[in-house]
């Protein structure tokens, strides 16, 4: 904890918020638009005196720096799997007694005009919370909002996640797109039958 305010205060970084006593929790971190939001990860989880957890792509666990990887909380996602991305860290929560599983839903630091859904399906299907951590540049405040539970109506949850995000600045206010859902789209067969 005393590292974590350290890491902070010498950011001049204030934290807002508190964690649940849940013990494994989909943690997803928004707007999303610079490296910097990583180290405010940790710090935030020092302070808290939790242990968070990431996603890389498997290559980054391999020797030398594997070791180093999981030891910050990396958990390394098989994309040539047969398992799918949601199915890989259902099981991840599923192997652990607590897990604080962090995933930032636009997937980029990069603007984009949708959020991935991977965040919501992987709390829906492993039945824990969403606790929605924020990074705000204007007030130089950090930390946890609300927790959701999802219910899933991923659309109705959605607008609950963009009101609570809505006054959020992030770093770089150009790279941060719309808070919402990519549109649905037919299906082969749905199109055929048109």
């Known amino acids: 904890m005393c590292l974590g305010r350290a890491i902070l205060w010498l950011c001049g970084w204030k934290v807002e918020g508190e964690v649940p006593s849940e013990p494994k929790l989909v943690v997803i971190g928004a707007p999303h638009t610079t490296n910097w939001d990583f180290i405010l990860s940790f710090g935030v989880a020092f302070y808290h005196g939790i242990q968070i957890s990431w996603i890389g792509k498997k290559s980054l666990f391999t020797p030398p720096f594997g070791y180093f990887m999981r030891f910050i909380g990396g958990i390394p996602v098989d994309r040539k799997s ?37 965040f919501y399906y992987i709390a829906l299907q492993a039945k824990v919370p969403i606790i929605l951590a924020f990074f705000d540049y204007k007030r130089k405040a950090c930390g946890f909002k609300s927790v959701i539970v999802p219910s899933g109506d991923i659309e109705s949850d959605m607008a609950i996640l963009c009101e609570h995000y809505k006054d959020v600045t992030p770093k770089y206010p150009e790279n941060c797109g719309p808070m919402q859902l990519k549109p649905k789209t037919d299906s082969p067969k749905e199109k055929l039958a048109k």
């Open 82 to 118: 047969r398992h799918n991305f949601v199915d890989q860290m259902a099981e991840a929560f599923q192997k652990k007694d607590e897990l604080f599983l962090c995933i930032a839903p636009e997937g980029t630091r990069k603007r984009s005009e949708y959020w991935k859904t991977g």
